[in-house]
Structure formats: C-alpha cells, structure tokens
C-alpha cells in the first residue's frame, strides 16, 4: 500500500540556521509527492511539489527532490527564519491523484 | 478564488448528537475531499468525490458517518450517534481533478464530544 515516513519532531533550530525534514515513502505506481505547512491556526497550504522521479520542488527557499532510487522526498532550507515555525507535512498521491497520504507532520520552531 | 470554506469552525456537542458540517469548495474544483486529523497526526483519509458521485470512502469511515455532494458543489459529512472519539478536526480540501492537482484545504471544522 501507499504510505509516508516522515521525521519525528519537534525541532528547534536557530535563526539563519540549516534545515532536513526527513521524508521516506512507499508507493505503487508512480505517485507525486508534495510538502505541505501549516501555520499556527490556519489550514494546510502547499509548500511544493514534485510528480516525477528526479523533479525538484521549490518554494519560498525550501525545496525538495523526489528520489526514487532511495524513495525519499526530504525538505530542506538553507536559512530558516522565525516566520517559517510551523508544522510541515510530506504527502504522496496515487498515480491517478486520486488519494492522497500524508505523514505524521513535523513541528519547527525557529527562535531568534 | 475564495479558497474552501468550512462551517462551523467550531462544534461542542454531547455524546449521542448528531452533527452536520459544511464544505464550499473553489468552485471550479471538480474534486472534494473529507479528511479526519487529531493531535499530532497527519489528515487521515475519509471520502471523496468527483462532482456529486462519491467514489471512495475509508474503511475508518464507520456507518454513522455519511457524506453528500448533491449538486457537485457544496459538501455536507453527518456524524450520527456522536462518540468521544470522534472529537477532532474534521478537514476539506478541493482540487481541479485533472493531472495531479495539490489539494487545497479549509481551516476545518474541529469537533468537541463531551
């Protein structure tokens, strides 16, 4: 079946610092794959996505690359800010887009 | 483009109610999604439509739990026989239903059984 893995959090980095969010997934078919964040008190929005092995997603300095030789789709920033404390989610769709599966979320938060 | 709205943002009911929520999807989106997610976890997968026709529902979706599409449009998800574990945030989401377009969420409905 179709799943995502993703980091446990929470996470607590330094401004300007570097940021992994590790995202592992299993799949039938050829799945797209996407990072949402959700911001305190407000619904999930898109962060980026990828829907074809080797794509690399990007948004608002983060991005990720969809690898599916080791079926991963980590998320990385070089520089984090405060304003990007939030709770982050790896999703994959089924091939079709049909159904979409997401992982457990990540908690940042970014202090100053 | 409005985005998904969804009403109430709030509900507080007793164990044994009935409760109804509300979904307006982007209202060129073909496709509306229902989805389940409680503290510290992921959106789990209810149901979901293709215009009016559902097409899918989780097997988590037990038989107080019912959704309509009636004109392809706005969605409505009834919880019959409310229990304590049903308290959570029950969110909606719409895509336009063509390629794999992302899903675009309301700020959900979160739902209090005392």
């Known amino acids: 079946g179709n799943s995502v893995t993703q980091m446990e959090g929470p996470v607590t980095l330094s401004e300007e610092a570097f940021l992994t969010i590790n995202c592992t997934y299993t799949?039938?078919?050829?799945?797209?794959l996407f990072w949402y964040v959700q911001y305190p008190g407000e619904g999930l929005q898109l962060l980026l996505k990828?829907?074809?092995?080797?794509d690399k997603g990007s948004n608002k300095g983060f991005e990720a690359t969809y690898r599916k030789e080791t079926t991963s789709f980590h998320l990385e920033k070089g520089s984090v800010q405060v304003s990007d404390s939030a709770v982050y989610f790896c999703?994959?769709?089924?091939?079709?887009?049909?159904?979409?599966?997401f992982g457990t979320g990540t908690s940042l938060t970014v202090i100053p | 483009d409005t985005g998904v709205s969804q009403d109430p943002r709030h509900k507080i009911t007793k164990r044994g109610q009935n409760v109804t929520f509300r979904c307006d999807p982007i209202?060129?989106?073909?496709?509306l999604y229902w989805y389940r997610q409680t503290l510290g976890q992921g959106p789990e997968f209810l149901t979901y439509?293709?215009?009016?026709?559902?097409?899918?529902k989780s097997r988590l979706l037990s038989d107080r739990f019912s959704a309509e599409r009636p004109k392809g449009s706005f969605s409505t998800l009834e919880i019959q026989r409310t229990e304590q574990g049903d308290s959570a945030m029950y969110l909606c989401?719409?895509?336009?239903?063509?390629?794999?377009?992302?899903?675009?969420f309301g700020n959900g409905t979160r739902l209090t059984v005392t």
């Open positions: 990828a829907t074809k092995a080797d």
């Open positions: 439509f293709q215009n009016e026709a559902q097409l899918e």
């Open positions: 999703a994959l769709s089924d091939t079709a887009g049909n159904q979409f599966y």
């Open positions: 209202s060129e989106h073909n496709r």
């Open positions: 989401a719409s895509s336009p239903g063509t390629d794999v377009g992302p899903l675009h």
């Open positions: 799949a039938t078919g050829y799945p797209s």
